[in-house]
């Protein structure tokens, strides 16, 4: 009796979660026998009851149910980029940089209203002359564009100045002696997060407000915010924060908080506005927004792309356009053309650079094919890539990272990592850890300080997954996690993860560092060394202000590099000319690494179409992007011709379905017995439910793993039409 009453509870439980999850259907459909004798639900099959964790995203957190996004679309012109890529590589990639050209559109549009762009520029140059700080915040992939913005470009820049005396003893009546601090690019979770997020931070608005106060902004302060999408929760809370600290004054007008505020964000309004934390930055007076909407990405949700480089292409000539102001202002002529800003330049003339800067890219794609091939060679035959830079650093390290948690990969492997797990690592001309850290971030390494964030975590996050989440990663944010990575060119280094025979070592070099090229004893040379006496694979990839012919000539002339025969070589030219900051040559070599790594991954199996179905859902917009494509998916086999014809009709799948089967497969792969890896939940839950219907009965999740393991997704999905997948 007991039993029977659990059962129909059970029963009941499930009805009652599929009606809250908004997607039953209609009983004035007609049905057909096979329809009502297999209308039961997918979670009856699989004999799954929802989690408490699962029914409260589905219900609790729809803010974060993001599929409606135009960021979160399918891209038409990359639909079937997994086919294409296998078949022609070049061909892949000239898809992905076709995608590139909305960037060229957008921007055409941009140039004929700058207004915003304007006050952006007149609020740095304010700040740059009155000693005020620029507080840079970003999340993910924008907050790498954040730390870009300090390092690749601010710090760079000012240090190379200070190097020229006599300028700098001009300079130093107008500008702050340590001019170089005063630009802050901050991420969520700290210089940590830029090896990999941090569970629970992104979804806090709480965390955003903190980072801010521990920095020490004030009203007055310029505090530029930038999300890829227009969502992200911590970002919001950075910008709703520092309006507030405008708000404070009793005389407070936001005609003069929106000069000093702005909030840079890739989604049309009329799509953001239903989410309760857009809405209230949309309707904010105080602040500017400035919306760099590009459409779908060429992997659909994959910002780190199209949305990331125009935030990081406009945000980069705003900074280097107010520099060029405010210097300009009390140097000379002949100083200026010293420091690179040969002749004053507009910021529309210098968004209407984007188009050459892709233009020379695309010509390359044949180029960049065989860098690809090469690598994704390298790890199908169980090898390691080693990428080394030192100007494009941060753009090379940014790319590498990403890859992480867009295809489910190992992230970077730790100091303490016996044997290499992850494909990739990255190297720097640097001779220990520290001095690593220094060359990458121009300063010193910043974590987030344990006992300030404490108090309001545990007090101030109500919600207990975020709570417990947030509090854990709490842990991994500080300080000491610098010792945890090693980006050094280091004799220790090498010794513990140095090339071994089939391994590839991609060089990277930026203008004017096609110089050490040539210098047998500098450490480009060294490294091309290393690999070539360990018989294992090399790749120059050079972005160079010379002519590509001249470059190529001068890469044919090492004797440690073999391009006709086993290694790949691609040279673009981009010019330099009054770009200082060299952001032409660096979103050059972003649109590059983009599309490179996205291909590899797309000939490895990681992308279905154009989706990236291996995503780690680690956060609560992530977990909505993997339940979205889990219902897309199987939706899109149980509507075709091929599978009806062969296994019947059965009824789509709701998302709260998706979700529920979601949840038990992060759970499942969770588990101390089960090694995660390299799994995603997304394949694992797919592949359960489609084999699951196929054969009319519930499979286990060690039987669907095993499917996944042997086969992938898109070798299974490919076959899932037929009768044996």
Request: aromatic share 8%; net charge negative.
């Amino acid at each position: 009796m007991n039993q029977n009453k659990l059962a129909l509870g059970q029963m009941i439980f499930c009805m009652l979660f599929l009606l809250l999850s908004g997607l039953t259907y209609s009983q004035e459909t007609e049905k057909t026998a096979v329809e009502k004798e297999k209308e039961t639900s997918i979670l009856k099959l699989l004999d799954i009851i929802p989690s408490d964790e699962s029914i409260d995203y589905v219900q609790n957190k729809t803010q974060f149910q993001l599929h409606t996004l135009v960021t979160e679309q399918r891209h038409p012109a990359t639909w079937n980029l997994s086919d294409v890529v296998r078949d022609d590589c070049a061909a892949g990639l000239e898809m992905l940089f076709k995608v590139d050209q909305d960037i060229v559109e957008k921007l055409e549009q941009l140039v004929e209203n700058t207004e915003k762009l304007e006050t952006a520029v007149q609020a740095v140059k304010t700040a740059i002359l009155s000693g005020q700080k620029i507080y840079i915040y970003g999340c993910g992939a924008t907050g790498r564009l954040a730390k870009q913005m300090e390092s690749t470009f601010w710090r760079r820049f000012w240090n190379k100045l200070k190097t020229q005396n006599r300028i700098w003893e001009q300079c130093k009546s107008r500008i702050e002696e340590n001019i170089e601090s005063h630009l802050i690019g901050e991420m969520t979770g700290g210089d940590r997060a830029l090896i990999s997020s941090l569970e629970g931070f992104e979804d806090l608005q709480l965390i955003g407000e903190l980072q801010l106060k521990e920095h020490g902004i004030q009203k007055g302060d310029v505090v530029i915010c930038v999300t890829e999408g227009g969502e992200t929760s911590s970002v919001i809370g950075t910008i709703l924060f520092a309006l507030d600290l405008w708000k404070e004054s009793p005389a407070f007008s936001p005609e003069k908080s929106q000069k000093n505020l702005f909030f840079i964000y890739n989604n049309p309004d009329d799509k953001l506005k239903p989410f309760a934390r857009s809405r209230k930055v949309l309707s904010e007076e105080g602040i500017t927004k400035i919306n760099l909407s590009t459409g779908p990405q060429a992997i659909t949700g994959s910002t780190r792309m199209q949305a990331t480089t125009i935030e990081t292409f406009v945000l980069g000539h705003v900074i280097q356009t107010a520099l060029d102001q405010s210097l300009r202002e009390f140097l000379s002529k002949k100083d200026m053309i010293k420091l690179g800003f040969e002749k004053s330049i507009s910021i529309s003339d210098r968004l209407k650079g984007f188009a050459s800067v892709l233009k020379q890219v695309r010509n390359k794609a044949a180029e960049i094919a065989g860098l690809t091939l090469l690598e994704a060679q390298t790890y199908e035959s169980g090898h390691f890539s080693t990428y080394f830079a030192s100007d494009g650093l941060i753009t090379v390290f940014i790319d590498s990272t990403e890859r992480s948690p867009t295809f489910r990969l190992f992230p970077l492997d730790t100091v303490g990592q016996e044997k290499r797990q992850s494909w990739i690592q990255v190297w720097t001309d640097a001779p220990n850890l520290e001095k690593a850290w220094t060359a990458f971030l121009k300063r010193p390494f910043h974590g987030l300080s344990y006992d300030f964030y404490l108090g309001p975590f545990q007090n101030q996050i109500q919600d207990p997954y975020l709570k417990r989440a947030a509090l854990e990663s709490l842990k991994k944010a500080g300080d000491d996690q610098k010792y945890l990575y090693n980006f050094s060119f280091s004799p220790s280094n090498i010794k513990q993860r140095g090339p071994e025979q089939g391994d590839l070592g991609v060089l990277v070099c930026v203008s004017p560092e096609e110089d050490l090229l040539e210098a047998e004893d500098s450490s480009f040379r060294r490294f091309l060394r290393l690999f070539h006496e360990n018989k294992a694979h090399s790749a120059l990839l050079c972005v160079s202000r010379m002519p590509s012919k001249k470059t190529d000539r001068i890469a044919l002339k090492i004797p440690e590099f073999e391009p006709k025969d086993t290694d790949a070589l691609v040279t673009l030219q981009i010019d330099n000319h009054n770009d200082p900051l060299n952001i032409n040559q660096q979103i050059a070599l972003k649109i590059t690494l983009n599309a490179h790594s996205t291909a590899v991954m797309a000939r490895l199996g990681k992308v279905v179409g154009n989706t990236m179905t291996n995503v780690s859902p680690s956060n609560l917009k992530l977990i909505g992007r993997a339940t979205y494509l889990i219902q897309s998916h199987v939706n899109d086999v149980l509507s075709s011709p091929e599978w009806v014809e062969e296994n019947g009709i059965f009824p789509a799948i709701s998302y709260g379905e998706a979700n529920a089967v979601l949840f038990e497969s992060i759970n499942f792969l969770k588990g101390g017995s089960i090694k995660q890896g390299q799994t995603a939940e997304v394949a694992l839950s797919i592949i359960r439910i489609l084999e699951s219907i196929r054969q009319n009965q519930r499979i286990s999740q060690q039987e669907a793993l095993e499917i996944v393991r042997e086969k992938g997704l898109l070798q299974y999905l490919s076959h899932a039409k037929s009768s044996n997948p």
